[in-house]
């Protein structure tokens, strides 16, 4: 015995109809994802993160309250990352570690590419990793590498910097030593 509706609205798709739409529903969902996170907001409050360091300890940014941060998103993949991460060994050997907290975040999957690059450029200052990108993306919002936070002794944003800087000039010195006096300097390209 067939059945035919007799109305339209209860018309029964063919099977390849349902599988059809099945498989389109299927793939929109697989494709489906996160809405992307946007970057903390300068003159904000920064996220409160807590950075795990390549021997696995710990550091919450709220630990350094009292310091300009100097938060730097690299990956050793990153071909500019690479480039200027000697001029932020240099930078990090003059600045004031009780006026400044200099600090390398990578999101290399494990640590050891981060090892063995520190080893072979003998960069020291670079001691934290973010595998997954969890900090990185999910509460950062980072879009490219590198990326860098400048943030205040009260953990509020001043600058968000994206892509490759000349760390080791008296410009930027000069800029950083203003932002830790709380001075809005518009100094060179950096500002």
């Not at 109809?17 to 970057?39: M, Y």
């Not at 300068?42 to 950075?51: A, G, H, R």
């Not at 590198?146 to 943030?151: G, H, K, Q, V």
């Amino acid at each position: 015995m067939n059945f035919y509706p007799r109305n339209k609205a209860m018309t029964i798709r063919p099977p390849i109809q349902r599988s059809s739409l099945l498989a389109l529903i299927l793939l929109l969902g697989a494709c489906a994802d996160k809405a992307p996170v946007a970057s903390p907001v300068l003159d904000q409050p920064f996220p409160s993160v807590t950075l795990q360091a390549l021997d696995g300890s710990e550091l919450a940014l709220t630990d350094l309250r009292g310091k300009l941060v100097i938060l730097h998103v690299w990956a050793t993949w990153c071909p500019p990352c690479r480039k200027e991460m000697p001029g932020l060994e240099r930078l990090a050997r003059k600045l004031d570690q009780k006026k400044f907290a200099l600090l390398a975040l990578s999101v290399d999957e494990d640590a050891d590419p981060v090892n063995e690059f520190k080893i072979k450029y003998h960069i020291d200052f670079a001691r934290h990793i973010d595998p997954g990108m969890h900090i990185a993306h999910d509460i950062l919002g980072v879009k490219a590498f590198p990326e860098t936070f400048l943030i205040s002794q009260d953990g509020t944003l001043l600058r968000h910097m994206i892509g490759e800087q000349e760390w080791d000039t008296p410009a930027m010195q000069q800029l950083l030593l203003q932002a830790y006096n709380g001075e809005q300097s518009k100094v060179g390209a950096y500002w």
